[in-house]
């Protein structure tokens, strides 16, 4: 199982940009927050993040 979560800019720090997720009506959000280097953000405004479950069962 995969989903994508969608993040918009939040603002500049020293060295990253922290982007928050935007979040769809009566959704809980998956991620809330990430922070990226400057590096790879350039002035990308938003980012879409694909995050896949390896398996739906819990592992120990």
Request: avoid cysteine; hydrophobic fraction near 35%; charged fraction near 35%.
């Amino acid at each position: 199982m995969s989903i994508r979560v969608k993040f918009e800019i939040e603002k500049e720090v020293k060295h990253s940009v922290r982007y928050k997720e935007v979040v769809e009506d009566g959704r809980a959000p998956v991620v809330g927050s990430i922070y990226v280097q400057k590096w790879f953000a350039g002035d990308a405004k938003e980012l879409t993040v694909t995050i896949e479950k390896e398996s739906d069962t819990a592992q120990p």
